[in-house]
């Protein structure tokens, strides 16, 4: 059964999207097959991973256009006499082991059916097969396509259908970036979590005799990633570093203990060796304890990649030559990209440490 995991902050702009991608691809490097499901109804990841000219074709075509995630699961909310049935998932571009369950832009049209049948606990018979659709959706996918890891990009919102693909996860990803607003999120976050697990612990025997009954899975805490900051001589600027401790602290004083007081977390001893064995390769200022690794502002090279159908850390002197980086230029450049590289092998190298079942609190 595949692993699932949800990149969330109920915060914008932190980077989810394109770490779900990153960590996708490099999870793919290590072996595995992997689905990205796009959450989100700006359909950024979808974007991402297809490349835009295959994107536009992709929801044009009267033969594919209606494989997504609303079309999917739109017999259970549309209350037709069919049942789910799995399609087939594009691959992303460059990669034939990663996988997309492309997103839809008015995917939000069944935020109120699913507040209603979350709300109602499964009292509604007509409402009942609600909250457990998706998840079973994308198990058909991951069944079809012979997926080992799943990551969902949610949208960045405190609503039902987050809550929804959050209670269905195995684990989840913070993605951070320093500014205050995200400080904000990470003392409030734990609170948000906590309650959508309880609903869950509350609920899930009201629907094990649904059609399409609640996925059993207990999302625990993986770690941050601390985003798209300004950095000098290879660490974060001194303003945003302190923003980052500030993140880092709070993960650990405020948001685990909240989360490990309902069962949302791996074992201590797991995330001290996750820290433990990549903190020589990560950068010296990457010491919380809780953080997967700090990754710096893309800057230019985000454009070369998105052109170049593949991740940062993928991208090679012909790819950045192509695009007309060349000289001292294209030299610095080949030394981020290996960072970014470094980086991107660590946090999900950490990911898959902390997913084994050895690290599952009893």
Known sequence: MAIRLAMFNHKGGTGKTVSAYNIGWKLTE????????????????????????????????????????????????????????????????????????????DLAAYEGQLSLAQETGGSLSALKNLPGAIHSLIGLIEERHGIDFTIIDLNPGLGAINQNFFMGCDGFVVPTNPDPFSLMAVETLGTHLTKWF????????KFVDAGYPLRESTPVFLGTINARFNKHASKAAKKFDKRIQQIDESVAAGLVPKLASVGMVVSADCYQKAHD????????????????????????LIHTATVSGVPIYRLNEDLLKADDIVGVVKDNALKNVKQFDEIFEAITSKIELLVSDDCREE
């Open 277 to 300: 064995d990549w903190k020589g390769v990560l950068s010296e200022d990457n010491t919380g304890l809780y953080a997967l690794g700090r990754v710096p502002d893309f800057q230019g």
């Open 30 to 105: 290590h072996g595995h097959r992997v689905l990205l499901v796009d959450g989100d109804s700006q359909v950024n990841l979808t974007a991402l991973a297809l490349g835009f000219d295959r994107f536009d074709d992709y929801y044009d075509d009267p033969a594919t256009k209606l494989n997504n995630i609303k079309d999917g699961v739109a017999p259970v909310f549309e209350g037709k006499p069919e049942a789910l049935k799995a399609f087939d998932c594009p691959t992303a571009e460059n990669n034939d082991s990663l996988f997309v369950l492309p997103g839809h832009a």
């Open 198 to 205: 309880e609903w869950k612990t509350v609920n899930f025997g």
